[in-house]
């Protein structure tokens, strides 16, 4: 029996407690593991890669030349989590959805969370991610993040932490969809006798938040991609196919008359609302980065004038920065006169003379981040670092503490995962997608993303990573 020497060790495990006994919502889970043999379950996973094989679910690594294209890891061991569970974790999400919106509103704006002294201006100013373009910008119906990606984690008291939040670009919802559906072939008979929530829909309520951006009865939208040999292209072709909107790159697009047209076989067609998969700065050669052939030349004064919606719109990278979102609960007091439901990771700001001296100090004890890294790069962590990589990192703060930041190393949940031919605990977080329109909507769900080498606490797929379906309960 594949569960009998399952080991949880020391960390909090999200299907055993710490006396060993089973979490209520896993219940019917263990007692279908148990009622199989392992033969049957090990050939339920060679069938579930093989479907998931079939469907090309693929992203690209860059700086590989052996594997540029890879399949996404997944394990078959879902996670679950209870509608009580969930319920908190929604309105947190959204709490911190509203305050992000109004701090980006504000910074462009009227620039009063400065003014009261809430955030250091030159906090704001130096971060990459601010754009002074867009100052005094009013997105359509004020709504600056329609997509997010927040990652949660939960630490070694069973506590669930805000870990960072994406709002650029962020990616993995195709991977949820597709995990779904092949693990409703997997488990049919789990879906027959859970109420889990269904996630199906999302592409569906993606297109109608697009949709309320436009003031048109049937405005035309497209997806903007960088193209073929962006990390997650697979996920810009996958949405658009389902939304029913055509995919489109920099070069099919033009301005004209201030207003921005897609080529096509009939002719010019006017674009009401993009859903852009490309970084800010790439968007427009006119207004941004000259270099960039991957944007559309004019599209920023377009954007300015009223005459597109982009989602997520130009400056929403300055609350990707990992030094703003420290100061993220206090965005929520101050706009919302809320306490924050879902609490950050303690969080040290290197730009801070105390901090940098105990971070200096504590390196081998603590996880150091670039304010905009991603992916699991441009980080250390301190416990499995050796005394080189420490001694460098170190110099690297010195060098530029505005743009670090540093947090414990946390004891991550794990979820039994399926490694070969036996279940092994590994480590997870998770990656619930939120869309704000005409209201605040959180997928049931989400990327759990798990670190599949033994003792690893980074989970992106890029470095060796995979992920599990996520189950809410009804």
């Known amino acids: 029996m594949l569960l009998t020497n399952y080991q949880t060790d020391s960390f909090y495990d999200e299907m055993f407690s710490e006396e060993g006994g ?27 890669e093989k479907a998931l094989l079939s469907l090309g679910i693929t992203f690209n690594v860059y700086g590989d030349e052996e594997e540029e294209e890879r399949i996404m890891p997944f394990d078959i061991i879902p996670r679950i989590v209870t509608s009580f569970e969930w319920k908190k974790m929604e309105e947190g999400l959204k709490q911190r959805i509203r305050a992000l919106n109004l701090f980006i509103q504000d910074i462009y704006g009227d620039e009063k969370i400065i003014k009261d002294g809430v955030i250091p201006a030159e906090i704001v100013y130096s971060s990459s991610g601010y754009l002074k373009e867009c100052k005094g910008i009013k997105p359509p119906k004020g709504i600056w993040i329609h997509i997010t990606g ?33 693990m409703k072939k997997t488990f049919p008979e789990l879906f027959a006798s859970l109420s889990v929530r269904p996630i199906y829909d999302y592409p569906i309520r993606l297109r109608g938040m697009l949709e309320h951006l436009s003031d048109k009865p049937n405005p035309n939208i497209g997806v903007l991609t960088p193209g073929i040999y962006n990390s997650a292209y697979y996920e810009h072709s996958f949405l658009a196919s389902r939304m029913g909107v055509p995919l489109v ?16 076989t009939k002719g010019l067609k006017q674009v009401d609302v993009l859903y852009r998969r490309i970084d800010d700065t790439f968007m427009d050669p006119k207004a941004f980065r000259k270099d960039s052939l991957l944007g559309v ?44 439901i879902i609490p950050n990771v303690p969080t040290y700001l290197c730009s801070r003379e105390k901090d940098l001296k ?34 460098e990192f170190v110099a690297k703060v010195k060098a530029d ?25 590994r480590h997870v977080d998770l990656r619930p997608f939120i869309l704000y329109g005409e209201e605040i909507y959180v997928m049931p769900g989400g990327l759990t993303r798990v670190a599949l080498r033994r003792g690893s606490l980074v989970v992106n797929s890029s470095q060796g990573g995979g992920s599990k379906d996520t189950w809410v309960m009804g």
């Open 22 to 48: 089973i979490r209520q919502s896993y219940h019917i889970l263990k007692s279908r593991i148990e009622g199989m043999d392992d033969k049957e379950l090990l050939k339920r996973k060679a069938s579930a």
């Open 150 to 182: 927040t990652d949660l984690v939960r630490d070694g008291d069973g506590q669930m932490l805000v870990l960072e939040d994406n709002l650029r670009c962020p990616s993995g919802v195709s991977y949820v969809l597709e995990n779904r559906e092949v």
């Open 249 to 264: 790159e920099g070069t099919d697009l033009t301005v004209r008359d201030d207003k921005l047209y897609m080529r096509t």
């Open 297 to 340: 030349p004019g599209i920023f004064e377009v954007f300015k004038k009223g005459n597109v919606a982009l989602a997520n719109a130009p400056g929403t990278g300055v609350a990707d920065d990992k030094v703003i979102y420290s100061y993220v609960p206090d965005f929520i007091k101050y706009y919302l006169g809320e306490e924050p």
């Open 358 to 391: 105990y971070v200096c100090e504590n390196i081998g004890n603590l996880v150091v981040k670039a304010a905009n890294g991603a992916g699991g790069y441009g980080m250390i962590i301190g416990p499995v670092a050796s005394e080189a990589e420490k001694e």
């Open 401 to 425: 503490p505005r743009n670090y930041i540093a947090q414990p190393v946390l004891s991550l949940s794990r979820i039994p995962t399926l490694i070969e031919d036996k279940l092994e605990g």
